[in-house]
């Protein structure tokens, strides 16, 4: 008789739940192991020292190693910087220039450099300066030292008067004194001494801070879904600089120029005579918005969709007291398919692109005040394919992760599938994200095994293997139907899975003589319950 | 009709594909001490365990005082004592503390006269750890514990092992203690036959999992015999004896085992085959017990038995 | 009656580590607190900010005076939760304890249930109050500057339960009749992965709905185990 368990219903699918969990993630970690090998020994075996270059490539090789500066009038020179002799770090660091024609103007060192080129507003890179979103998250993040907070001291090391601490949950500033008592709140409409009377910035994306001229103490330029605020702590003000009203500021393009004032002789000192503070925003509808300073101006600038969708391109914008200039940069190749969609159709892009000579080039523009365009130098160059072993290195990280990919779940495919595109775009910006989530979707895209044959084939011979093993063992036909389709379904991690809490006696059947399990108790294959023994005809069973 | 406390019915466990216990039938009545006896491995324990729903069965079923072994309610288990092979308890109490520990369980059974005499009887100190004591010790306060709620059935799996003779004695004492009060059935299983012979009145022989004899004591030793025979000439070669089990031969003689033959026939068939003389040899249940579960075809491995 | 039996035992049992995890995290959470609170308190680890000059962001973010505290706590907590799971669930299959144990006048769940819960409280009692103690006096003005906030607290809390989570996965590998190179070690595999997975998140939601679901897992499989499990 069997015992009543009304706790089979949640452990029994919590059971399987959890092994094939693990062993995914087992399966999956091997998989990246074996992945991670082929990158160590491919990068060593194309690590290997370069022949003597003829003078024509070594020429390409300057050219395309140069950087391209622009002068204000437009003209275009190409800065190059010869390698030290190795271990001679006491060498000045040598500048060689050229003009177009790559006639030599100049060579000297770099501190005598006698021109001033357009220096331009820079992205705010999250390992650089902007503390973005994600780094927002990673300082919350859940470790045994506990999660960190933002805080803005106001006043001197040794006299801090006030302590302003970022409360993510309530989307504010809350401030303290140095008392540890509160002593007020800071939000979008500024600082208030009562929560009722602040409001929260929105939705978080990015800070870049400065201790300014007149300053001891950070101001903030807070950006935020839809707008820009510069919050000043030791004034205790909060300026809003820039709202869009129409379409979401992109985080990973927001650059500054100049907009924090720094001192001489930093290293991103800007000539404040000759440049005007100048912040870049890409909003997601694709238009640029240009917010500058002295005189304060607003542009924005739709950009050709001609422009778009090729390699490698971007664009940057510098503002002097002169005009505006706009920089850009492109490859004549189309842009990447996107490799999480379709590895195969990447491989073969990456494969054309690292075959072919690629025609680089930079254009200067001069933006008038209503944001047309006018064309006020272009410069290309082309580069020719690199060495073979590169190509070859990437055909075997391809043929690598195409045989561990066999092992994968052909449930990714499906998964991938039913999420749709916006789904895994979504999944794979971290920002958004975050590591774990990131990871885990990347983990997915990179070894789902894209409908492959041996993939479906070897899934097969899983599922074959099960039903021999399954079949004197089972115990009910929805049971072993069941782990047939997990096997399937989850390839390897399936199996072993099936293994793990599948792999029971079986014995010969004392009457048909066919393999059998033991968690029936009549045999599966003649129906025959478990004969009783012969009895010894001198045994003594008198039930007296 | 005398009530079954104990009954088993085609009782069957596989460890993996290994037969432990086969078909196991078993009726134990009221008042019954029934000794469970059978050679290393045959599955004595296994049953134990089975019975108690400790384990859980491959085929067939059990019951304990009219409950499924599968699922004793809390109940039921008050009323039957266990004593664990090697008497396994809570190292880390004293006898006090394991006192009243077990006292939880038995709020209106208890009988703390009756503990606290045995334990002074045994001459234990309530504030000794267990893991202080000696098995035999460990032992005494295991009956304790198993006696003093007053079983209806206590079933006690090699409850003597590895205990010296005074303490075996002891221990056997206090078993009759609750024998001599009415009602009480046991169940216990033991390697040492002359425990079982001094306190059952009821034998149950287990061999590689299959049940070989269940009978009262009295039956079990009047019916295995042994007969040993000397010939003038030699022995004849066919044993044509009803109830054969074993048959040794010498030069002109032959040992008999025997199970369920009466006298008459024994002196009969000795006089067909013409012996000399036959003697039939007084066995404790010891000898019995080694007999009837010896496989047959047995070879002598030391020189004495050939003697 | 019978289960407050049951559990005064489990208790005894765990008593000398509850005291001894509460001990050590007093002495080495405290002693962390105490060294990392008088170093905050003269603003050692608050930049000067020159004018005129780039503010890394790195100096802007803090941590609290407790952050060796939270190591301490979370090494506290797996360690008790180790230890524990293996006294209630492993030592009795070597004693060969179990027998006696469940011949007990109740049932198999009353058992486990005083069992699970003798571990949750030796956890909250030991672990919980020298956390809540600590936390406290962290709040006290003489030791730091500003207020601890309300999430180190709950972050505190999650890693006691990541502890009661790692106990969990120690009871059902005790349990489980599988080789310790197959399926046995499934339980603590589980339980590291939560952990993981756990530290992988900043929101505390989602911390808590990781832990919130692995404990139903846990708990339904050591339930469904052990009421099927033969000793």
Known sequence: MKLKNDSKYIATPAKIFMTVFIVLVAVSILQGIILEIERTFRFSATTKPKAELTEEEKRIDRIRSSAKEFLPDGTIHLVHKPRRTPGRMDESEIEQIYDANDDLLWEGPTEDQPYEYLSWAEQIHRFHEGFTLWSLKQIQMITPEFSQALEIPVGPRQQIRQFWRYSPASDLFVGYGSNGEKIGYAGSTGFTDSKSKVKPFGEFRLFTAWCPQDASSPTLLWQTQRRIYQIDFEKQHVELIFESTEADIEVERTSLHAWRDVKPGEQKHVDRQKYRPLLHCITEDGKHHLLMRNPGQQLTITIPKDWQGWANYYHRFTATKQGIFLRRNWIEFREAPDYFQDRELHGQWLSDYQSKAMKHRVELYRLDIDGSLELLNR????????????????????????????FSPPLYDLVVRLLGRKFWSRALNYQNMGDFFYSLARMILDIRPYGGVINRALSA?????????GWPRRTSWANFIFWLVFVGAFNLAGLLTYLALNHTAVINCPVCGKRRGLARVDCVRCGAELPAPERGKLDLILNT | MTETVLQTESLTKYYGSVLAVDHLDLAIPRGCICGFVGRNGAGKTTAIKLMLGLLRPTAGSSRLLGCDSAALTPAIRQRIGYVTEGHRLFRWMSIAELEKFQRSFFPKQWDDKFFADMIEYFDLPKKRKIKHLSNGERAQVSLALALAPNPELLIMDDPTLGLDAAIRRQFLEGMIELIMRQGRTVLFSSHILGDVERVSDRIVVIDKGVLRANCSLEEFRAAVKKVILSFADS???????????????SEKGLELTLVGTDDEKIAEWAKSVRAERYNII???????????????????????EER | MRFLALLRKELRECLPWMLLAALVFLAFGGFFLRALAYDQRHYRYYPNFSSGTLVEHVQLTQHTPLLLTGSCLFCSSLGLGLILGVRHFWIPH???????????SVSRKTILAAKLTAGTIAFVISLGTVWVALYWYANQLEAYPIPQTVRVFIEGWIFIMLGLVVYLGTALSGLSTAKWYTTKILGLAFATVIIVTTFSQWSLVWAFAVIAISVVILLSLIFDTFLRREF
């Open chain 1, 379 to 406: 410069y290309d160059w082309t580069v020719p394919p690199p060495s073979v072993p590169v190509v070859r290195a990437r055909d075997s990280r391809l043929a690598v992760q195409r045989g561990v990919s066999q």
């Open chain 1, 461 to 469: 011979v899983m599922m074959f293997f099960v039903f021999l093993h």
């Open chain 2, 235 to 249: 022995a004849p070669d066919e044993v044509n004896i009803d109830g054969l089990l074993h048959c040794r031969r």
């Open chain 2, 282 to 304: 007084k066995m404790n249940l010891e000898d019995q017990f080694i007999e009837f579960t010896a496989l047959p075809g047995r070879k002598k491995m030391f020189r004495w």
């Open chain 3, 94 to 104: 070597f004693t060969r304890t179990w027998p006696f144990l469940l011949h007990r």
